[in-house]
Nanobody, 127 residues
Framework: QARLVESGGGSVQTGGSLRLSCAAS????????VGWFRQAPGKEHEGIAT????????YLTDSVKGRFTISLDNAKNTVYLQMNSLIPEDTAMYYC????????????????????WGQGTQVTVSS
């Protein structure tokens, strides 16, 4: 059973930075994806970034390209989301999620593609 624990959220002003961490345990690090999602009050989950374990291929949604970076430390079984140039629109609860996939498959971008979820970490950006 996979377990994911997020950390690193907090409150910053516009233009600030935060680094979110997603520490994973309980599953092999071959053939899986980790995605970062966020949910603002009253809104649906928004997929913002994914990374695949074997080729480390990444995806970033357009609204965060150039500002956010997703990376993986296999030795620590941890996925990071570096968030720079934060704006108030980035305010949300951020979740990481994991999915076991076939080695040649693309990472899902929809939340329904992920079976394992962390508890979330709040990010608040003030103007």
């Amino acid at each position: 059973q996979a377990r994911l624990v997020e950390s690193g959220g907090g409150s910053v002003q516009t233009g600030g930075s935060l680094r979110l961490s997603c520490a994973a345990s309980g599953y092999t690090n071959i053939g899986w994806c980790v995605g970062w999602f966020r949910q603002a009050p009253g809104k649906e989950h928004e997929g913002i970034a994914t990374i695949k374990s074997n080729f480390r291929t990444t995806y970033l949604t357009d609204s965060v390209k150039g500002r956010f970076t997703i990376s993986l430390d296999n030795a620590k079984n941890t996925v990071y989301l570096q968030m720079n140039s934060l704006i108030p629109e980035d305010t949300a609860m951020y979740y990481c999620a994991a999915a076991v996939i076939s080695p040649l498959a693309f990472c899902p971008r929809d939340p329904s593609g992920y079976k394992y979820w962390g508890q979330g970490t709040q990010v608040t950006v003030s103007s």
